[in-house]
């Protein structure tokens, strides 16, 4: 086996940024002229460090290869998302010298199938998506295509971090399939599928577990790829030495200046002493003035310095945006109408090889037949996908939001006398019949029934049924054997064995003949906390008849759709946890059995809403619910039985044209690329069902005054951060003050702001209400504190505006942690909690944030009328990670979003008081120098702006007017900033408990 020759000794003619495939080109140099392949495929390429090395073994060895490099380049989570700029610079230099025999395919690697013949691929690498389930879709799709010689590579095979797994399959197919693996450069996989490989590769596979010298395959390329690695870094590290001279040219020109600007100081300084010494006198006064005036002037030349760093990234941006304008250019109509002229001029210039790199250009980026075809079905796919959320939903979406905003606008119009939410336990606790289905759930078993005996509920309150759906473990006898643990302590259990017909059905076989008040139907994969059920009944009890149902907040993972947070209602509850009040269950006649698994809770809560119910959620009551093995799982009969649902329901309770979108929708799910393997089969037979159940679902059409959300394949906004890990409360809770400004006519959106506080599942809070001007409110603040408990104090202050409130509010503040909440915005219940426990995992960090929906809102006329919410929105710019260059430029947090210490306020002061607008940008900015905020991927929190387009032109006015001051505010505040931390670290010696340079040192050095 000869290792060294030209081949594995290549010099690379291009190395680019990524460069972690970089250490395996020798090794992908030798194999090319070992296999000698008549047809190579690379799924995916990006910047083409791969692909390059192998169209250039091709080229230098003169082999009969075909290359094709299939890509989207749009990015994916792995590698992160960019722009088209990275196709075109790999084709500006992949076209003119290896197009005549490499094309580069800009396609999904699914529609990229069927340009190959089975049987016809000799070297495949596979370098897409890296979780175990897209590597393992890839493998298997492109296995029929690779012939009796074939190979195939998998990049990544070392990489043991995040959802990467590679590792996971290469560790099963290399016990299927002959294979040799390097561990440098994240790994490389090389498997031996054909059955008559060249022998040279066997017994590359046989040197695996050799001793050197027969195993000396893997060093030797480690080695040589360590080379290239090094030889990369060393050509990034000269770019960056380059950028840095420039730097440091540029500073010392600054540091002259200064130092120019330090001697006439010095001799301004000198002059006056002279003139002190002629008078013979040295009064502290001109001293004191003297030493104001260094001061100015050194303040003065930081600001200079700050206004030059804002203009240094003015240019920088506009010379991005002047580069995304010429590549439009470039992509425009006209600049390619007038290619030929310009393919002209080079002729007649004399600049025939320059013309020639174009006309070849030309020749390999015309699209053939089979592409275009490819790109009109995936737009097909996606637009069928699509066609009910793009062109019917919106509308019924708008009015089923509407009623929640009715509900919330009557429920605050007037003083508000009972708030279900925040009920006091009842003086007798009612019956609750509590139905458990299972199917094979003998893993769940033993921790579920320990949560039901730690429930802090009546025990002789509780009947429990228990229906085994035919499991074929051992559920039902463990399950046998349980019972009577659970009637020792008082709770009448029973079990019952029936057919597997479903969740629902399970269910009203569960809850039949029960004679409790409110009936529990709960999932078996979940855990109680002791006071859940307890929270539950305390709101049923205390609810207005018309509420029917209550769910429970599922943790880790939240259910993400909305919710009103002031009244608790939603358009439909997820039945993995709800109490329901049994009259209503009964009414209308339980589940649905036509739907078995998934979609039988939307379409039981749409059920009861036509009835005339209210559907509540009771983020008090928690269940531990773990029911993904991982965040973002996808599980084959989810996804079939929640589709079909979706399907169902829209034919039973859609409008007219959400159910003439079904057929649509139907064959753009059978046309979409498959969610796993055999989802295309499975979602066939899932629409063949759905053919027999539809003339049914139409038959139960009714006229009703509710309207009924879809959301393309959901069926309510949802907020983002679904797999947003929420954590058990610590023990140690410190006080946290939302502090909220408000004026004289803004009763209703008050009464409203602090219903959403009341409702917070971090316990310890206390509201600061801060009116600016007349005391007209103190009776609102009052009314709700004596109705939630919620510990408040009410402040009112002269006419001075929002940012002398703001100030007032935090100098009031007893709290660790401060939030702002305006009174017309609103907090999800969990706002507060996760927000503190990220800050408690960073104890770094000094400010914790979340992105934020924004509703456009129809403001009334007069004040206390009514309002409307006519769109909802999480604005993009609201999900960025903290980046305080970034921040420098445009303020990307909601003002309610920021959960902040208070020492911050004490330290460095609050807003600019004659600042109306942006003056929370600056504040953000003041506390972000020298610190570290935490950004929480989930919304949990809501802000107005105004619907007309007047309103938001004279808003915008107002918000560009002030971005000029608000940039010099910033600039002469982290002046004052910064010089105070340095003025500390000078005079403060290092601390002996903190290692030099910190992020904890840093911090505690601006302490004043």
């Known amino acids: 086996m000869n290792l060294l020759n030209k081949a594995s000794l290549v010099e690379p003619a291009r190395l680019v940024w990524p460069g972690s495939w970089v250490g395996h080109i020798p090794f992908a140099s030798w194999l090319m002229g070992e296999l000698r392949p008549n047809l190579l495929v690379e ?24 290359a094709y490099a299939v890509d989207t380049w749009e990015g994916d989570s792995h590698a992160g998302q960019y722009d088209s700029s990275v196709l075109e610079a790999l084709a500006d230099y992949h076209d003119p010298l290896y197009g005549g025999f490499s094309t580069l395919l800009r396609l999904t690697f699914d529609e990229a199938l069927d340009r190959f013949e089975d049987g016809s691929v000799d070297l495949l690498h596979i370098d897409g998506l890296h979780t175990y389930e897209a590597v393992l879709h890839d493998f298997e799709s492109w296995l029929p295509k690779m012939s009796n010689r074939g190979v195939v590579l998998f990049h990544d095979t070392a990489v043991h971090r995040d959802d990467f797994g590679v590792f996971r399959l290469w560790d099963a197919l290399k016990t299927r399939y002959p294979g040799f693996e390097f561990r440098h450069s994240n790994g490389l996989g090389v498997l031996l599928v054909g059955a008559e490989v060249p022998p040279v ?38 770019v960056i030495l380059r950028a840095r001279e420039e730097e440091i040219e540029r500073l010392q020109g600054v540091v002259e200046h200064r130092d120019r600007d330090v001697t006439e100081l010095r001799l301004a300084v000198e002059a006056r002493d002279e003139q002190l010494a002629l008078l013979g006198q040295a009064p502290a006064a001109n001293q004191t003035e003297i030493h104001r005036q260094l001061l100015a002037r050194a303040a003065q030349l930081e600001e200079r310095l700050a206004v030059s760093a804002f203009e ?3 240019l920088t941006r506009d010379r991005a945006a002047h580069a995304a304008d010429l590549a439009a250019v470039r992509r425009s109509l006209s600049w390619r109408v007038t290619a030929p002229l310009r393919l002209v001029g080079l002729l007649a210039r004399g600049q025939f090889s320059d013309a020639g790199r174009r006309v070849a250009g030309w020749y390999h980026r015309v699209p053939n037949v089979s592409r275009i075809r490819n790109a009109v079905v995936a737009r097909v796919r996606a637009r069928l996908s699509r066609s009910a959320g793009a062109n019917y939903d919106h509308q019924v979406n708008t009015a089923s939001n509407d009623s929640l905003v009715r509900e919330r606008n009557a429920a605050t119009d007037r003083p508000v006398r009972a708030d279900a939410m925040t009920a006091a336990a009842p003086p007798t606790w009612p019956r609750v019949d509590v139905s458990v289905v299972t199917y094979n759930s003998e893993r769940w078993i033993d921790a579920f029934l320990d949560s039901v005996a730690a429930l802090e509920y009546p025990r002789d309150r509780i009947f429990l049924r228990f229906v085994d759906n035919h499991s074929s473990d051992q559920t039902a006898s463990r399950l ?3 019972l009577p643990r659970l009637q020792a302590l008082g709770i009448a259990v029973e079990l019952l064995r029936r057919p597997n017909r479903g969740f629902g059905a399970g269910h009203n076989a569960g809850l039949a003949g029960g004679a409790g008040e409110f009936c529990l139907v709960t999932n078996i994969d979940l855990e109680f906390v002791p006071d859940s059920l307890a929270r539950a009944v305390s709101m049923a009890v205390a609810d207005s008849r018309s509420a029917v149902a209550w769910e429970f907040r599922q943790k880790p993972y939240e259910h993400p759709k909305f919710y009103d947070p002031v009244t608790g209602t939603t358009n439909w509850n997820s039945h993995a946890c709800v109490l329901l009040r049994r009259s209503a269950f009964d009414a209308v006649g339980g589940y649905d059995d036509n739907l078995f698994m998934y979609g039988e809770d939307v379409e039981l809560s749409y059920r009861l809403r036509m009835n005339g119910g209210l559907l509540r959620y009771c983020p008090g009551a928690i269940v531990m619910h773990y029911s993904y093995a991982e965040a973002g799982e996808i599980k084959p009969l989810q996804y079939t039985g929640s589709t079909f649902a979706n399907l169902y ?35 066939t037979r899932s629409l063949l069902r759905l053919c027999v159940k539809a003339p049914a679902a139409l038959m139960q059409r009714k006229k009703n005054q509710q309207a009924f959300a879809f959301r393309e394949w959901d069926y309510e906004m949802a907020r983002e951060g679904a797999f947003v890990e929420a954590k058990p409360l610590a023990q140690d809770r410190p006080l946290v003050s939302v502090v909220t400004r408000t004026y004289r006519g803004r009763g209703r959106f008050l009464r409203q702001a602090i219903l959403s506080v009341a409702h917070q599942t971090y316990p310890n809070i206390e509201h600061v209400i801060v009116e600016d001007g007349q005391e007209t409110l103190r009776s609102i603040v009052d009314e709700i504190a004596a109705l939630t408990g919620l510990r408040t104090r009410y402040l009112a202050i002269e006419k001075a505006g929002r940012s002398a409130a703001g100030n007032a509010g935090l100098a009031a503040a007893q709290g660790r942690w401060c939030v702002f909440l305006d009174d017309d915005d609103l907090l999800f219940a969990d706002h507060i909690e996760l927000l503190v426990q990220a800050l408690q995992d960073a104890p770094q960090a000094v400010a914790a944030y979340s992105p934020a929906i924004e509703i456009a809102t129809e403001y009334p006329a007069e004040p206390g009328e009514a309002y409307a919410e006519l769109e909802h929105a999480v604005p993009p710019p609201l999900l960025q990670p903290f980046d305080v260059s970034v921040l420098r430029h445009h303020n990307f947090m909601a003002i309610q979003s920021v959960l902040f210490e208070r020492r911050l306020f004490v330290e460095r002061g609050g807003f600019e008081l004659d600042m109306h607008a942006l003056e929370d940008w600056v504040l953000w900015n003041v506390y972000a120098c020298r610190n570290e905020f935490v950004y929480v991927p989930k919304v949990t929190s809501l802000f107005r702006t105004p619907s007309s387009l007047k309103a938001r032109v004279q808003r915008n006015a107002v918000f560009s007017e002030a971005y000029d001051l608000a940039r010099e505010r910033i600039a002469r505040r982290l002046i004052e900033v910064n010089s105070r931390a340095m003025a500390c670290e000078m005079s403060s010696p290092p601390s002996t408990s903190q290692a030099p340079g910190s992020t904890v040192a840093k911090t505690h050095a601006t302490e004043v």
Do not use: W
């Not at 360590?226 to 990034?236: S, V, Y």
């Open 312 to 314: 240094i990234h003015a």
């Open 43 to 66: 799924l995916g390429t990006h910047s083409g460090n791969s692909y390059c090395s192998f169209c250039q073994a091709i080229a230098t060895q003169d082999l009969p290869t075909r």
């Open 201 to 238: 590769l066997n017994q590359l596979v046989a040197s695996d577990r050799a001793e050197p010298p027969d195993g000396l395959a893997r060093p030797f390329f480690e080695l040589l790829g360590l080379r290239l690695e090094q030889q990369l870094e060393m050509a990034d590290r000269g």
């Open 649 to 683: 329901l829209r034919l039973k309770y859609g409008s007219r044209k959400n159910a003439r979108a079904v057929p649509l929708m139907g064959l753009g799910l059978v046309l979409a690329p498959e969610a796993y393997p055999g989802a295309r089969r499975d979602v």
């Open 480 to 482: 046998e054997a349980a």
